[in-house]
């Protein structure tokens, strides 16, 4: 049997358009959502929430049609399967997946990192569920979808979705002074303080420990341009926690 004559005798033509559509529709609304988070600078931002949408979307289709080749065009059951409930079995890969997410987001401080990755793992698992429940045509555009759209979201600034994040410390010698200069020099590099740490130590220096969001990296000729500004800074480090491309 040719694989189009398959795929007709399951969905018409429009059927599957009205399925593309309520995909997109998904997506659409988790990067409105993510948009929101982003502007907040929250670390799940556009392309977390529109792979959570848009994954979640994908199960649902698969729950409500992905079965319908147990029943006959009759109306009656197929042999064999009276009383099944296959859906279950789609259930429990949804849950059990959460287990492999959840190893692929590490939190360090204030900052996390694999949440785009754990939503691309719970899409791919919905993939997966609609291949083996013969939704072709729905698991190879959802495929390519979310190829599409994480490379674009990659190549194109989407608020704070592209931010890079550094751990940087600073140990000076007065730290009252050394507030408002790195107030303005955060000011200056558009970064944002997420989390910090002050420590005054017992020889009167004091130690800064700040995470910091910003669209480039910091590089080593802004940070010793500063520091040449800067005759109270004792040492300095700074190290990358994450970048865009994750």
Not at 176 to 189: G, S, V
């Amino acid at each position: 049997m040719v694989l189009s004559q398959y795929v007709d005798t399951q969905f018409s033509a429009m059927q599957q358009l009205d399925f593309m559509f309520r995909l997109l529709m998904a997506a659409g609304c988790g990067a409105v959502i993510g948009i929101e988070r982003s502007k907040r600078f929250k670390e799940a931002g556009v392309r977390t929430h529109l792979v959570v949408c848009f994954a979640a979307a994908l199960i649902m289709i698969i729950s409500k049609y992905g079965f319908v080749d147990l029943t006959l065009p009759d109306g009656s059951d197929f042999p064999g399967t009276r009383g099944a409930d296959s859906a279950r079995l789609a259930a429990q890969v949804v849950s059990g997946i959460s287990f492999l997410c959840s190893a692929v987001i590490i939190k360090n401080g204030g900052s996390v990192k694999g949440l785009t990755t754990a939503a691309g793992l719970w899409l791919t698992a919905g993939i997966g569920l609609a291949m083996g429940a013969g939704l072709f045509v729905v698991g190879i555009v959802s495929t390519l979808m979310m190829v599409g759209m994480q490379l674009l979201l990659h190549r194109f600034t989407v608020f704070g979705d592209t931010y890079t994040g550094n751990r940087m410390q600073f140990t000076v010698k007065n730290g009252y002074d050394f507030n408002t200069a790195l107030e303005e020099q955060m000011k200056a590099w558009e970064a944002q303080v997420s989390d910090s740490k002050i420590t005054r130590r017992k020889d009167g220096t004091t130690e800064y420990d700040l995470t910091i969001r910003r669209k480039k990296a910091l590089t080593y000729a802004e940070i010793k341009e500063f520091m040449s500004e800067r005759e109270d800074i004792l040492s300095v480090s700074n190290s990358p926690l994450y970048t865009k491309y994750e």
